[in-house]
């Protein structure tokens, strides 16, 4: 039971909303402002989303963030999983707890150090077997591969050990072969961490500048390595715009999630309902 | 052609006649220094119904666990109808396991769920669909197999966990805590339909609980667990009325529970005293002569009558209501003997006390009394 609520807490609140919300806001805004300094304001026009979408290099950098994001995302959480799976349903390996820290060290390397290593890593290959001749989206996607496959593990390793083994036993136990109790328990159980692993590591890569900057070559820009390249020659009315899309996309992303979320909830109440009516 | 079974309705009662289904020998499981099961023997025969019945971490489910395959042994060796089961991994193990969580997949319907075994060993369609048809007519599930199993009930979700386990015709049925998860009253109906169940089908079944009553009422035989070993291993009617030792006699029922030294020892009667009185027990028992024994009374044998006269003679005393607790059908009362040792007694209620004079209260002086053939001598 909630007393009267605090007029401290509730103005902390609004603190605190204001601060994250306000920036994101005023961007918005911007975007849509006539005025070539972003900083002065020149009535309200859409000259900029014209500009936007006139740029074949905005495009470009839009079009191969997203393919890296995906093909490293389906990757990573192949291997994720896979390494997952061994640290929780492998018992006690040799060399586990190495694999285990191993695993999950990029999560704390500093991304300097990782994005460092790794071109240090393309330039000898290059000289030692002639590939990467040049680097671009396999190097930047093999780079996020690396890192983000330790979220997809640590995701999937926790939801392992969150539905626990009862159910795998249960399978074999019917005469199921390891490999049927993989594709038939396992793999289903695991779909929810499967998707929010994906997602992650898409995420991770579309958002990704540090790494991405050591490891790209010339001609392959992503959208971070865009963005942060133009702002550093000032303000540009055009990355509002931009960003603008972006932030409306996520949106749209966030609501259907809720409702399909907000959907199965009810069908799970529906369900426990009608469980219970007999019962009785 | 014609068959002639001639299999005894209670082998384990004629045991060097029959081959046992299951045989464990000096079976032995530790995690690190815990030892969970120990050195345990034990034979199963076809047919019954065996109950393994301890408190937590008694290691009952381990040894369970071990039938099925899922635990290594660190010692001793399970056979299965006559195989050893050492090198058997679980998937082609002749036992089928009901978990006490269910266990049951939660992205299949209750038919895809029961029919998940006989699709591994790919029996044919026609075939198959008459089987789960059959064994969900028998749990009474016909109109459910359609449902997920989260739109069952508790009742309805067990029902499934045991058609998914029966349908494979398993030589041996694993079930841990099957009634466990539901509420009290479906669980007595339930204990009852189980037992039924396992009359039609025909397996064997090994029952691991933690309740002393639903171990009565379901087994054939049982094994009384403690730390890993076998306290006692026999009928309920042998565990409840000739426990081998304190803890099963507690464990079992109540009793009240004490020390005396062994007068005499005659082929067809033993003599007992104690520091309240003679106790007497009409049968013989393998006993010393001076020997320290415990003696066990359960408080339903014991008689309980007012009376002002000092109590002589064997198996009786005097006594005093310490308290009284009255359940109902039955009135359970504190009684304090002369060495201030305090028995429970129960009583059953057969007539409505109509006059307050007639009920036994409070501090009345009484004398407790048992038939020559209640008291049971424990050696530990």
Known sequence: MYAKRSRFLTIMLTLGLAFFYIPMVLLVIYSFNYSKLVPVWGGWSLRWYKELFQSAEVWSAVSLSLQIAVVNATFATALGTLAGLAMVRFGRFKGRTLFGGMLVAPLVMPEVITGLSLLVFFISLNQLIGWPAERGFATITIAHITFSMAYVAVTIQARLTGVGQTLEEAAADLGAKPFKVLTAITIPQLTPALISGWLLAFTLSLDDLVIASFVTGPGANTLPILIFSRIRLGLRPDINALATIMILVITICVAIAAIVMFRQQRADLLDRQMAEREES | ?380
Not at chain 2, 73 to 88: K, S
Request: hydrophobic share 40%; aromatic share 8%; proline share 4%.
């Open chain 2, 1 to 380: 052609m014609t068959v002639s079974t001639t299999v005894s309705a209670a082998p384990w009662l004629e045991q060097k006649e029959q081959q046992p289904l299951v045989q464990i020998r000096g079976v032995t499981k530790k995690y690190g220094e815990v030892t969970a099961v120990d050195n345990v023997d034990l034979d199963i025969y076809k047919g019954e119904l065996f109950c393994l019945l301890g408190g937590s971490g008694c290691g009952k489910s381990t040894l369970l666990r071990m039938l099925a395959g899922f635990e290594d042994l660190n010692a001793g060796t399970i056979t299965i109808d006559g195989v050893d089961m050492a090198d058997v991994p679980a998937y082609e193990r002749p036992t089928n396991m009901m978990f006490q969580s269910y266990a049951l997949f939660p992205h299949m319907t209750v038919e895809k769920n029961v029919a998940f075994g006989l699709e591994q060993d790919h029996v044919p369609k026609f075939d198959l669909a008459d089987r789960v048809h059959d064994i969900l007519k028998l749990v009474e599930l016909e109109d459910f197999k359609k449902r997920k199993p989260k739109q069952l009930s508790g009742g309805q979700r067990q029902r499934v966990a045991l058609a998914r386990a029966l349908v494979k015709r398993p030589k041996l049925l694993l079930l841990d805590e099957p009634l466990a998860a539901l509420d009290k009253k479906l669980r007595k109906q339930t204990q009852f339909e189980l037992a039924n169940i396992q009359d039609k089908v025909g397996v064997t079944f090994i029952v691991v609980t933690h309740d002393q009553e639903e171990a009565m009422t379901l087994s054939s035989r049982m094994a009384v667990m403690d730390a890993g070993r076998f306290k006692q291993i026999g009928t309920p009617t042998e565990i409840y009325e000739f426990p081998e030792s304190r803890f099963v006699a507690d464990f079992i029922g109540s009793a009240n529970i004490f020390e005396g030294r062994v007068t005499e020892d005659g082929a067809d009667h033993v003599r007992v005293e104690t520091e309240f009185c003679e106790v007497f027990v009409d049968h013989g028992h393998s006993v010393k002569v001076g020997s320290k024994i415990w003696v066990a009374l359960r408080p339903e044998k014991i008689r309980l009558e007012k009376s002002d006269e000092v109590a002589e003679g064997p198996n009786q005393t005097s006594a005093i209501i310490d308290d009284v607790g009255y359940l109902g059908e039955t009135s359970i009362y504190k009684v304090r003997l002369p060495n201030d040792e305090v028995f429970d007694v129960t009583m059953p209620n057969q007539s409505r006390p109509t006059h307050a004079t007639q009920r036994l209260t409070w501090e009345d002086k009484v004398k407790i009394s048992w038939d020559p053939s209640s008291a049971m001598l424990l050696h530990s």
